[in-house]
C-alpha cells in the first residue's frame, strides 16, 4: 500500500511556473515507477510524465521541454517542475505510484491537485 499526498497546485498566468509535489507513505526507493497524470474536465485522464526506480523519464509531447519530473529519494517525494504554463494544461494533476510484484501489478494515485493557468 502507497499513500500519495499532492501538493503545490494554484492558480498562475500564462508563462508562469509551479512546482507539484507528491508524498509517498513510504520508501518511492523499490516503486517501480512514480508519474503524474492529468484530466481536465470532459476528458480522460492522461500521461504528464514518468520516472522509473532506474532514472528513466518519459513526457507526454505537449509538455516536452516545460515540465521535469524529478524525486527526492531522502523525503519520499516526487515533483514535477511546469514551466511556460499555457491554458492548456489547466486540470487536475494526479500522482500516480506504479508497483511490479511478480506477475501483478498495483496501482495508487493521490487525491489530485488543481491547476489553473488563465490567459
Known amino acids: 500500500q502507497v499513500q500519495l499526498v499532492e501538493s503545490g497546485g494554484g492558480l498562475v498566468q500564462a508563462g508562469g511556473s509551479l512546482r507539484l509535489s507528491c508524498a509517498a507513505s513510504?520508501?518511492?526507493?523499490?516503486?517501480?515507477?512514480m508519474g503524474w497524470y492529468r484530466q481536465a474536465p470532459g476528458k480522460q485522464r492522461e500521461l504528464v510524465a514518468t520516472?522509473?526506480?532506474?532514472?528513466?523519464?518519459n513526457y507526454a509531447d505537449s509538455v516536452k521541454g516545460r515540465f521535469t519530473i524529478s524525486r527526492d529519494n531522502a523525503k519520499n517525494t516526487v515533483y514535477l517542475q511546469m514551466n511556460s504554463l499555457k491554458p492548456e494544461d489547466t486540470a487536475v494533476y494526479y500522482c500516480?505510484?506504479?508497483?511490479?510484484?511478480?506477475?501483478?501489478?498495483?496501482?495508487?494515485w493521490g487525491q489530485g491537485t488543481q491547476v489553473t493557468v488563465s490567459s
Open positions: 500516480n505510484a506504479h508497483l511490479v510484484r511478480w506477475t501483478s501489478t498495483y496501482d495508487y
Open positions: 520516472l522509473t526506480s532506474g532514472g528513466s523519464t
Open positions: 513510504r520508501s518511492i526507493f523499490s516503486i517501480n515507477a
